[in-house]
């Protein structure tokens, strides 16, 4: 009986062999003959799908996550793909036509799905209705909807600085719980659902980032 089991059991496809695991924090491949791969997802710089001719005798459209230093691939149809694409198809400006080109493609092509935009957004920062200062923002982590930059300061933030040194000192940063941060777009203000953190020891660059944000909003 075992012997007809494994005659008529399915055959393993090369992609059923790759497994990818997904935490709040990155995203790891795993084949029991390949390396290992890993990227943090706050590292993902670009996002693509590589086709190749391969098939069917290896996988033949990867998901690939890019970073300046690490990266990893995902093979369509193994475990944990369509996980890591519902997550992804999620950021702001990603290019579904792509996807579709790709899908249909029987070609050696590449099709860029995402790129991190390096433009900065310059927001004003306020402490209740005052002006405190003003940072050229950088998306930072895009899962997250992050956003950072240095501060710079005015003349209304020395009201304030020697409590934010404090708390710095104290815990790390002035955070949300602390004062009523505000930053503002355009005269909109934006909803930072996850806080908005100030970082001053008293000597170095002044620092500013938040997060929960729609990105789409900026």
Known sequence: MNFFKKLFAPRLQPEDYYKTIITDKSIRVEHPKRETEEILWQDIKEIKLINTDAGPAAPDIWLALLGENSGCLIPHG?????????????????DFENVTKSMTSTSNEHFSLWKLTTEKIMGLIFIEDEKIGYSNFEIIDQSMGAIGGVFNASENYQKFKRKVVELYNKKGSANSCDFNFKILFNDRELRAEGGICLTDNGEHEIYIDAAGIDLSAI
């Open 78 to 94: 193994s475990k944990g793909f369509d996980d890591v694409y519902e997550i992804i198809s999620k950021y702001e400006n990603f």
